[in-house]
């Protein structure tokens, strides 16, 4: 649903405007935004999440605020709206600032053409239910015991679990991460689930 972000004047982000796609990939070294990219997806959802942490960084210009905006795609948007307009005008965007240092002012849907009330009731809900994880490897690794509504722990603990209960109720999405897996893991080119302990039933992976 998201197809762009954009970061001004954001913590360790002067000015980066990146497509997203449905698999985005940060590569650097540390201290090179990794974390700041993922942060500022958290800071659209809740402006005052950092606390008191300094978010407005800036020292190339006199600016005392900053701001990070999440784009729709604008299928979605042509899709789900009415009204005439040109191609280009067809994007909203959710968009979070802050007052140096900390100060979060909130954060808007702008962008044309306007939506209706009950369509910005479900963009606001569909940004509210974005999740960030740290996944580490020993986590992600560990069996997981199958279970109705399982949840992924944020380092990525129940991986296996979460996944088998995503074949079995949207085997769509499950193909989708199958067909991208070897961009991810080169030597791997499909992801299997097999059944570690049948009295226990947990998962792992082949």
Known sequence: MFSRIKFQDFMALRDLDRTL???TLLIGPNGSGKSTFLKGIL??????V????????NTRAKTDSARVSLYLEKAFVQ?????????FDWQLYFQAEWRAPHVGMGTLLNGSPQPTDTLKQELLEELNNIMVFTLIGQAIAQPSQVQPDIKLSQYGHNL???LDNLRDKEPERYEAINEDINSWFPEFDRLYLILLHKEQNFLGYA
């Not at 800071?43 to 005052?48: D, E, S």
């Not at 899709?79 to 191609?87: K, L, Q, V, Y």
């Open 160 to 162: 296996a679990a979460v």
């Open 21 to 23: 796609g449905r698999l």
């Open 79 to 87: 899709e789900h709206t009415s009204g005439p307009a040109r191609d």
């Open 43 to 48: 800071g659209v959802q809740n402006p005052g």
């Open 50 to 57: 950092f606390g008191n942490q300094i978010v407005v960084v």
